[in-house]
């Protein structure tokens, strides 16, 4: 019998626990969190770098040790991953942090879905065609090294727009799907750069983005940005790691700004379930947010140390399926933007550290400002709506009765958590922006109104 079969013969023999615990032996169950009611889960996940915590969560048996028998499943790309969660199919998947909020507002597939787990900050580049870096790096000022001076802002990119529209051809960029951060990083760094991105209306029936769009933006899934921009169907693109990596080694693109330059410290993913499927199962839930906060732990742990185990555990096909080099040029601290330029960068992915883990209601309402300022929210909506939608969403209760257990148990320090007792779910003020402007969670209509590019008020498209 292998260890997931005791696991699961542990799991329906509660002669077992009880001795286990009148022995003193330390069981995966704690006093406050009972059994969980479903402990055989399939989850879904895209092959992205970012999706660690689930992988690690179940190499590492910290799955196990809650006495649940996962199943990973890659899936094709994000909708198919959103409708699987929905109907079922799925218990819970690595999801965009924008598709719980679009799902629950009825911005495409109308669905109540939750997250108590954040999975990481940042991890997300910004990739053009080598043919429209030459041009923009004509007009970026070099260092005293002689390379290139970061961030590169989408300023640079402006003349390259403009004479594509002089010539009367249309200039496209990849992104992952509507609601992800991607599409909302690269709206926002190019907005900052004087590049409209466009406008949806999904209350006229228009929900292409491209309303009034200097920059025309749509869906490539991940792992195909780096074919889709070779065959010159796409001018650049925004995606997770390791697909801008991927473009470097293949020498048919250039990483111009990671989407830590473009706002320090970003939400990313996060782990979605279906509020009936939390309801239904809440000490699986509780159980499945432990494991994958020691996961998230294990992976930042010792500034890194653990990355480059990590990065071969994630190459294997059944996860992102990449080579190693590739995976290890952003998972271990460095990213490599012009071949041969590779920086420093340790915070490129963070899993753990700065409360990565904790799903602040501040983040929500910032995705929410977004499809407000893209027109995928049509109407305007005072504050109060932004901050009801976001509790409904975000769900730190369920992570801090994790978090609580987890101390109990010996396993974390109160002090890797926020102060559950003081903490509000919303960040101080952010002022990191590639533009300068301050996002405050508590006014995101007075945030909007500081934008020269994008509605605010009762604007429509």
Known sequence: MNRRQVVKSLMLTPLVLAISLATGIKDAYSASVGPAEKPDLKFGFIKLTDMAPLAIAYEKRFFEDEGLYVTLEAQANWKVLLDRVIDGQLDGAHM?????????????TKADIITAFSMDLNGNGITVSKSVWEEMKKRIPKGADGKPVHPIKADYMKPVVDAYKQAGKPFNMGMVFPVSTHNYELRYWLAAGGLHPGYYAPDKGDTSGQIKADVLLSVTPPPQMPATLEAGTINGYCVGEPWNQQAVFKGIGVPVITDYEIWKNNPEKVFGVSKGWADKYPNTHI??????????????????????????????????????DVIDNSMTGTFEYEKGDKRTVPDFNVFFRYNATYPYYSDAIWYLTQMRRWGQISEA???????????????????????KELIAEGKMKPSEFPDFAKESGYKPPQKEFIDGITYDGRKPNAYLEKFKIGLKGKAKP
């Open 96 to 108: 965009l942090a924008g598709q719980p909020l679009g799902a629950t507002i009825g911005f495409g």
């Open 381 to 403: 909506k005072p504050d109060n709506w932004y901050a009801d939608i976001a509790k409904k969403v975000y769900r730190p209760d369920i992570y801090a009765q994790a978090a």
């Open 287 to 324: 159980r499945v947010v432990k494991a994958m906060i020691r996961a998230a732990k294990w992976l930042d742990e010792n500034n890194n140390a653990n990355r480059v185990a990590a990065s071969r555990i994630l190459s294997k096909p059944n996860y992102v399926g990449a080579d190693v």
